[in-house]
């Protein structure tokens, strides 16, 4: 099970509260973004689907972490419509073109932690984690210990990967 363990870690969710103090969940006001404000950016949101949002994850593994986020705050795939899970997963496709286009990535990982023990940060809202990953980079033991990109590199990403990623929707 290496590989739930290394999508284990993820948002800081006092942090994100701090960043988001119009609700106390940043991935509902993910969705809530306007496209054509700079919430967009300040939030790193990507993309505002009809039952889903893709954005930044803004405590990375490696640069381009996105998270696929329903609209609905839930905690688990059973109370999402089939409809919003359908979408989730033509996103998370959608997303993996895209890295695999836009970052040279050579592989992916794509995963969910369900619940605290599981490793979720954000417990009660479900959330989709699309890692890009290279040959040579960090290796199992810094990923799982919390090597971070700096956010210097994360602003510098956002456009290109808003701009890529809208080419392909
Ligand atoms: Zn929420």
Redesign the pocket.
Known sequence: MAYMRQIAAEVDPQTAQKANAS?S????DAFQTDMLSEDASMRGVLHVAKHNVILLNRYPYTNGHLLI?PA??VNSLSDLSPDARAEMMELTEVTQRMMRQALNCQGINVGMNLGRCAGAG?P??IHQHVVPRWEGDTNFMQTIGGVRVQPQALDQSYAHLRQELQKLL
Not at 25 to 28: E, V
Request: glycine content about 10%; charged content about 0%.
């Open positions: 609700t969940c940043f991935l509902c986020a609905s705050h954000v009660g809202h």
